[in-house]
C-alpha cells in the first residue's frame, strides 16, 4: 500500500530564512508525487509535481523539490521565507489512475 | 483554468438534518472525490467516482453516501447529520486517463466547512 509521512506537524523559519518540510512516501510503483499549499479557509493549491524525467522540480513562488528514489523522499524547500509563505502545506503520492494519498500536513509559520 | 466549485463555503445544520453538498467541474474530468480534512489527520477520502454513476468507497464511507448521475457533478450525502461530521469538506477532480505525465494532479474546490449542532 502506498503512504506518505510529513515529518513535523509544524515548522517555523524567520522572515529570509530556508524553508524545508520534509515528506517522505512509499510506493510499490514509480510514483506520481505532488505538493499542495492551503491557506486558511481555502482549498488546496497545487505548488509542484513530479512525474517523469527531471528529479529537482521548480514550482510557484520560488519552491522547488527534488525526488530522491533511494531515500524515497520528496522535501519541498524554498530558499528564504517570505511571510506570505505562512501556509498549511501538504505532500500526496498518485496512486494508480485516480487515488491520491495526502500526508496530514505540515503548518509552516513565518516569524517576522 | 479548471474550475471546482462547491456549493456552499459554510453550513450549519442540525443534527439528524439530511444534508446535501454539491460540487460541480468544469474541465470534464474522469474522476472526482470527496474528502474530509480534520486538524492532525490531514485529508481523509470518503468516496470517489472515476465515471458517471461509478462510486467506490474510500477509507472513512460510514455515514455517507454520494450519486454522479452527470459527469460534471459529484454530490456528497450525509444521510443523518450528527456532531462528528462536523469538518471541512474538500471536493476535487482529475483526469482518469493516462496522460503520459501530464495533468496528473488533482484541482480542489474552495471547501465546505460544515458544522452540525
Known amino acids: 500500500a502506498q503512504s506518505v509521512t510529513q515529518l513535523g506537524s509544524h515548522v517555523s523559519v524567520s522572515e529570509g530564512a530556508l524553508v524545508l518540510l520534509r515528506c517522505n512516501y512509499s510506493?510499490?510503483?514509480?510514483?506520481?508525487l505532488f505538493w499542495y499549499v492551503q491557506y486558511p479557509n481555502q482549498g488546496l493549491q497545487l505548488l509542484l509535481k513530479?512525474?517523469?524525467?527531471?528529479?529537482l522540480v521548480k514550482g510557484i513562488n520560488g519552491f522547488e523539490a527534488e525526488f530522491k528514489k533511494s531515500e524515497t523522499s520528496f522535501h519541498l524547500t524554498k530558499p528564504s521565507a517570505h511571510m506570505s509563505d505562512a501556509a498549511e502545506y501538504f505532500c500526496?503520492?498518485?496512486?494508480?489512475?485516480?487515488?491520491?494519498?495526502f500526508g496530514t500536513g505540515t503548518r509552516l509559520k513565518v516569524l517576522a | 483554468d479548471v474550475k471546482v466549485t462547491q456549493s456552499s463555503r459554510y453550513l450549519v445544520k442540525r443534527t439528524g438534518e439530511k444534508v446535501f453538498l454539491e460540487c460541480v467541474q468544469d474541465?470534464?474530468?474522469?474522476?472526482m472525490f470527496w474528502y474530509r480534512q480534520d486538524p492532525g489527520l490531514g485529508l481523509r477520502l470518503i468516496y470517489f467516482?472515476?465515471?458517471?454513476?461509478?462510486?467506490e468507497k474510500g477509507d472513512i464511507p460510514e455515514g455517507y453516501s454520494v450519486s454522479r448521475e452527470k459527469k460534471e457533478r459529484f454530490s456528497l450525502i450525509l444521510e443523518s447529520a450528527s456532531t462528528n461530521q462536523t469538518s471541512m469538506y474538500l471536493c476535487?477532480?482529475?483526469?482518469?486517463?493516462?496522460?503520459?505525465?501530464?495533468?496528473?494532479?488533482?484541482?480542489f474546490g474552495q471547501g465546505t466547512r460544515l458544522t452540525v449542532v
Open positions: 476535487a477532480s482529475s483526469l482518469g486517463k493516462r496522460t503520459g505525465g501530464r495533468n496528473t494532479e488533482a484541482f
Open positions: 510506493s510499490s510503483v514509480p510514483p506520481y
Open positions: 513530479y512525474t517523469t524525467g527531471a528529479t
Open positions: 500526496a503520492v498518485r496512486s494508480g489512475t485516480y487515488k491520491y494519498i
Open positions: 474541465m470534464d474530468h474522469e474522476n
Open positions: 467516482s472515476y465515471d458517471v454513476k461509478m462510486k
